[in-house]
């Protein structure tokens, strides 16, 4: 399925609109990037915006999740989207959900590079800090 990227709502998440004019939230799968709030947050949501923001990309459905996005793999052209995410140093590969070789060696050479989050001495992983206590701004 094919659709233009209408709205980037974090560095895993977004909305594509179909030809038929059909809006499909997507959650990308196999990675999980930081949370907004939580360091590298924005950070994350600008690197997929740039990415992708405005562009056709191609979507392989997998299922939904339990909040009813859809998830799957995103590419555009021959970029791999889940995949630059990580390589690029903006998501955690997603092991609880991926056993996938390629976002592991990705998160391990971005690691290696010090690229994006992997710069933080000790970048909190957003599984981690989901169950964490977090005061609200305002």
């Known amino acids: 399925m094919r659709g233009t990227v209408v709205r980037v709502h974090d560095g895993d998440t977004v909305t ?6 059909t809006e499909i939230k ?13 360091p590298y947050g924005s950070a994350a949501k600008k690197s997929l915006s740039s990415l992708i923001f ?3 990309v191609h979507l392989h459905a997998t299922g939904t999740d339990k909040y009813g996005r859809t998830l799957g793999q995103l590419h ?4 791999w989207v889940n995949h630059e995410q990580i390589h690029r140093g903006m ?4 092991l609880q959900y991926s056993q996938d070789a390629q976002l592991a060696l990705a998160e391990a050479d971005a690691r290696r590079a010090r690229r ?3 710069q933080d001495a000790r970048p909190v992983a957003p599984w981690l800090w989901r169950r964490q206590p977090h005061k609200k701004n305002g």
């Open 16 to 21: 594509i609109l179909t030809p038929d004019k």
């Open 26 to 38: 997507i959650r990308l799968l196999g990675i999980d990037a930081p949370e907004a709030g939580q």
């Open 54 to 56: 405005g562009r056709e």
């Open 76 to 79: 555009m052209g021959d970029v």
């Open 91 to 94: 998501a955690w590969h997603y």
């Open 116 to 118: 994006g989050l992997w």
